[in-house]
């Protein structure tokens, strides 16, 4: 949304799988990674089905690959369709309970229709060991400028939330699905 602009004039982000290439003769840039946005020929015939057959086998598979041995981990959870499916995979995966962090605003006119609420309620269906942090507006303030000195370009509302949930999440863990 931000078009690769930064706090600094004449100075632009590259977008995701792009480099710079600086050659005595030039300076350009260029894709070296993407993602085929069209099915290979095997997939071409996939139906509805056969992609929702496959896709928990998928998710299984990533989300095993990347939660460590040696340190703690933990889910992030909003109780959002991805996290939500996330947990419940998760939860099978060993007898110790999942540790989730869940990070909300406080709203007078949202009630109990909250991440916060929602996510507590399906931490505890799945028997997980839930933190769950609520922001008051004062805090996320003192944090925005320590946060926009370091990310030297326009942000929005979600990477200063996730800076201050990442604070609290690692006091209980090292690595954060």
């Not at 996330?86 to 110790?96: K, T």
Request: glycine share 4%; proline share 7%.
């Amino acid at each position: 949304p931000f078009a690769g602009r930064t706090m600094f004039r004449d100075i632009h982000q590259l977008p995701p799988g792009h480099r710079i290439v600086v050659a005595q003769e030039s300076i350009w840039e260029e894709t070296y990674w993407d993602i085929p946005l069209t099915p290979n020929a095997e997939e071409s015939n996939f139906t509805e089905d056969d992609y929702a057959e496959r896709l928990l086998p998928m998710l299984e598979d990533a989300l095993r690959s990347r939660l460590p041995d040696e340190v703690p981990w933990a889910l992030m959870l909003s109780c959002g369709t991805d996290s939500s499916t996330l947990l419940a995979i998760a939860g099978q995966f060993g007898p110790d309970p999942v540790t989730t962090f869940t990070i909300d605003y406080p709203n007078r006119w949202k009630g109990a229709n909250m991440d916060a609420h929602f996510a507590a309620m399906m931490a505890e269906r799945a028997g997980s060991r839930h933190f769950s942090y609520m922001i008051e507006p004062e805090d996320y303030f003192e944090s925005l400028r320590q946060v926009t000195w370091h990310a030297e370009r326009p942000f929005n509302k979600g990477a200063l939330t996730m800076y201050m949930l990442y604070q609290r999440i690692q006091e209980q863990a090292t690595v954060c699905i």
